[in-house]
């Protein structure tokens, strides 16, 4: 696996200390981006939380899954969170050390109080000491937040007081570029009330027997008020790949006012999927996103491919950007009206900017929104592989188009058909009798993508 190192410079350790009005929660920024853009230390928010014990429970779910591995459990190594102020909330999100589930907190504008939250992203410290102290609020507790340092002026002299050094596997940012396209198809499939919640989430198996039941899918469906388990996908239902991965909602359930269930379509014996699970709470919500098996993380899934391979779409990407403004609500309708494109080049466009980490998509809006994630724009096409080798296959004139057909000459000798029907590409490769599509094209069906993308623009089309 491709890693490298992130380096988290803090002025300080984010702490939860008494004040006069109560608890001030202080959560140290590292660099990122705002409307005027790049910061050394931004500041989102100074103000309070509506539901301070909620909003605690809230960020520690978030770090839990930052600090897990749900497959091949190895020593933890937490990626500190990432927040955004979107002007009327502040979105918390994380990703796990296997890349198989993405959490949210989502503080809306009900969650704050005394201040409108900033615009940008950034990195925030959640250390130990600080887990420790937020699992101690109490209901009744007063909590100022603090996103940013009290004071912006930095010494030069010593450098800043807390510095982290984190390896970060690459396949992370590809997590969040492929789990924004996947949850883009989801539907809400069934909304429960906090009674029933507690109860479904509560009969979940854990430890070595949820293990035992992560081997095969699970599926539910929506029963009255309710969800029972069911033994094969029906239309309808939902899965629940690895039932111990929504252990992190264990810490909000006694906040919760409802749990919505989001999946994407599922016809009768069809293949495990992701989905959706978010917990409803006063001012704000959770979310966790599951990738379709505990040992598939959303790195692989291969949604982001076809946006990759154009340069179509890197060029409506760079206009789109232009566009963006740091909306909690990206309406795609306004962006065709305002850029000029189609909705369909403007939804490629917004895959584009998922691989770079500058959208993610909200289900319970159902609409995609801004971000700008820390890290080098060109990394996620860097390292895809698939991308990389159907690059290399067409740059070696591996691929003769004919027709509706074409022949793939591979790096060994072998020769694969792709066809199309329908604008769907099939290949006669291993890749593809495996996966069917479902995870993105193949290597070969990319290139012969890219190939007749070439032609069309060599012929004159558009």
């Known amino acids: 696996m491709t890693r490298s190192v992130q380096s988290y410079a803090y002025l300080g350790p984010s702490a939860l200390l008494p004040s006069g009005d109560g608890s001030l929660l202080g959560l140290q920024t590292s660099g990122g981006l705002t409307p005027s853009g790049a910061e050394a230390h931004p500041r989102f928010f100074d103000g309070f939380l509506t539901s301070p ?13 930052a600090a897990a591995r749900y497959y091949q459990r190895q020593s933890p190594a937490s990626l500190d969170p990432v927040v955004s102020g979107n002007g009327d909330r502040l979105r918390f999100e994380s990703f796990s050390g296997c890349c198989g589930v993405y959490a949210r907190l989502d503080v809306l ?7 409108e939250a900033g615009h940008g992203t950034t990195n925030v410290d959640v250390n130990n000491p600080l887990r420790e102290a937020l699992s101690r609020v109490g209901a009744g507790d007063p909590l100022h937040l603090r996103v ?19 390896p970060l596997p690459d396949r992370w940012l590809r997590g969040f570029a492929e789990a924004q396209v996947i949850a883009s198809g989801f539907d809400l499939r069934a909304e429960l009330t906090a009674a029933e919640a507690v109860r479904f989430l509560r009969s979940l198996p854990r430890g070595a027997a949820a293990r035992g039941a992560s081997r095969g899918a699970r599926w539910v469906v929506p029963a009255g008020s309710g969800l029972r388990p069911t033994s094969r996908p029906v239309p309808g239902a939902v899965c629940l790949p690895g039932p111990e991965r929504l252990a992190a909602l264990q810490r909000v359930l006694r906040h919760a006012t409802a749990l ?6 599922v016809l009768a014996g069809g293949a495990p999927a992701a989905s959706a699970w978010e917990v409803v709470m006063p001012g704000m919500r959770l979310t966790l996103t599951l990738s379709p098996e505990t040992a598939r993380g959303f790195s692989g899934e291969g949604g982001v491919l076809e946006a990759l391979a154009t340069d179509e779409a890197a060029g409506d990407a760079e206009l789109i950007a232009v566009l963006l403004a740091w909306e909690p609500r990206i309406d795609t309708g306004d962006l065709a ?15 584009r900017l998922g691989t770079a980490g500058r959208v993610g998509y909200d289900t319970a809006d159902a609409a995609y929104f801004h971000r700008e994630l820390p890290y080098d724009a060109d990394r996620a096409e860097r ?5 990389r080798a159907a ?20 790096e060994d000798g072998h020769v694969h058909r792709v066809r ?5 590409l099939s290949c006669t490769c291993l890749w593809w009798a495996k996966y069917r599509g479902g995870r993105g094209p193949c290597k070969h069906a990319l290139a012969v993508r890219m190939a007749r993308r070439g032609a069309l623009v060599a012929g004159g089309a558009r």
């Open 420 to 424: 199309e029907d329908h604008g769907v």
């Open 260 to 265: 919505r269930v989001y999946g994407p379509p």
């Open 337 to 351: 009206a305002a850029s000029g494109l189609g909705p369909a080049r403007v939804r490629a466009a917004l895959t």
């Open 391 to 410: 690059r290399g296959l067409l740059a070696a004139g591996a691929v003769a188009l004919e027709g509706a057909q074409a022949t793939v000459t591979a």
């Open 109 to 115: 504008r009900d969650g704050l109080d005394g201040g």
């Open 383 to 387: 390292h895809n592989p698939r991308l």
């Open 148 to 166: 940013g340092p009290e004071e912006l002026r930095v010494t030069t002299l010593d450098g800043p007081v807390v510095e982290k050094k984190v």
């Open 53 to 65: 014990q909620a909003a605690s429970a809230g960020l520690l779910a978030v770090a839990d899954v």
